[in-house]
């Protein structure tokens, strides 16, 4: 495992037109980590995504991936550095098959890597090879999100980041996308996970970042995270 993080963004502020939504933040990923970006709706969690992703301009503060600055790298740029997203919204190909879907999205990763092939994808995910011949409009919400999880997957990323991928779906769907998201830790895959459901997180997740106000305001361990009634209850709670 390496010694240095994965992921790294430090004193990161961020702006929405004059907006300021990010305030100093900081971030630290290390590989094989399931990391977990908790906070309330209008945090800054999935800001702290799109300003990694090069999605939203970066006004102050470093964001490294492998020890590499990618501050200011267009985000086709930054998703060939080994950084995989897969956004809240989904936006998978409706019109087009699950099958090619997944095919337009396939590539080798940074260093070559192509662990995640299209059999690897309906092995993890059976419901895609079973309708694979079908119209990706016509899958249910979960089935969607699986298939832009395992869209994403096909581009062979060394980081993950997921978006939200509990909101809006079944128990039963949430279930197995928190069985997906296990399967990818005990691979070594690096996840970074943003979601306001602690329940499902702390079910996956090895560590979890608090953002408040858009400022990271605790990082620690699952077990940390539960010991500590004090920042559930302030940045958390209802």
Not at 42 to 58: D, E, F
Not at 59 to 77: D, K, M, N, R, V
């Amino acid at each position: 495992m390496r010694a240095e993080p994965v992921l790294l963004a430090q004193g990161i502020d961020a702006f929405y037109g004059t907006s300021q939504a990010l305030f100093g933040l900081d971030l630290k990923v290390m590989a094989g980590q399931v990391m977990a970006l908790l906070g309330r709706n209008g945090s800054g969690k999935t800001t702290t995504m799109r300003a990694i992703m090069g999605m939203l301009p970066v006004h102050a503060g470093t964001i490294q991936c492998f020890g590499h600055g990618i501050g200011g790298l267009p985000t086709y740029s930054i998703a060939r550095r080994g950084i995989g997203y897969v956004p809240e919204d989904r936006q998978i190909f409706a019109m087009h098959t699950i099958e090619e879907n997944l095919e337009i999205a396939q590539k080798a990763g940074p260093h070559g890597g192509t662990d995640w092939s299209i059999d690897r994808i309906y092995k993890l995910f059976p419901i895609l090879h079973e309708r694979r011949a079908g119209s990706a409009g016509r899958l249910s919400g979960g089935e969607q999100q699986m298939l832009s999880i395992a869209r994403t997957l096909m581009g062979n990323p060394e980081v993950l980041l997921l978006d939200e991928p509990s909101e809006g779906l079944s128990p039963i769907m949430v279930n197995q996308i928190a069985e997906v998201i296990l399967a990818f830790r005990q691979a070594g895959l690096t996840v970074l996970l943003a979601e306001q459901n602690m329940h499902f997180c702390l079910g996956v997740a090895s560590d979890v970042t608090i953002v408040s106000k858009g400022t990271a305001v605790f990082t620690g361990t699952v077990d940390e995270f539960r010991a500590n009634e004090d920042v559930k209850l302030r940045h958390l709670a209802a």
